[in-house]
Nanobody, 123 residues
Framework: VQLQASGGGTVQAGGSLRLSCAASGRTFGDYVMGWFRQAPGKEREFVATISWSGSNTYYADSVKGRFTISRDNAKNTVYLQMNSLKPEDTAAYYC?????????????????WGQGTLVTVSS
């Protein structure tokens, strides 16, 4: 599967952005999808994951209640709605995919990655 992330940009603290990740190749519904982020000088960290059906989601504590992951299997796209953004959310955001049914928060369990889309939150 090939992944293409988009939707990044610069926003003031308290603002919102919606990231999209379009997939092509194998049946999108076969994949668990995840979002990760990497700030300058820091390791890549888990943000959110969603099951193949979209019925189960899981978030990092740092974004819980502010971010929402969703997917539209008919459009082969996963989304990350980010609200109440904070300067510490500034990072390159990556979407990732793994076959199967089990959600995961571990980057090494996702073999497929899109290119990053940069989110900058100004104070």
């Amino acid at each position: 599967v090939q992944l293409q992330a988009s939707g990044g940009g610069t926003v003031q603290a308290g603002g919102s952005l919606r990231l999209s990740c379009a997939a092509s190749g194998r049946t999108f519904g076969d994949y668990v999808m995840g979002w990760f982020r990497q700030a300058p000088g820091k390791e890549r960290e888990f943000v959110a994951t969603i099951s193949w059906s979209g019925s189960n989601t899981y978030y990092a504590d740092s974004v819980k209640g502010r971010f929402t992951i969703s997917r539209d299997n008919a459009k082969n796209t996963v989304y990350l709605q980010m609200n109440s953004l904070k300067p510490e959310d500034t990072a390159a955001y990556y979407c990732a995919a793994r076959l199967g049914y089990a959600r995961s928060r571990y980057a090494y369990e996702y073999p497929y990655w899109g290119q990053g889309t940069l989110v900058t939150v100004s104070s």
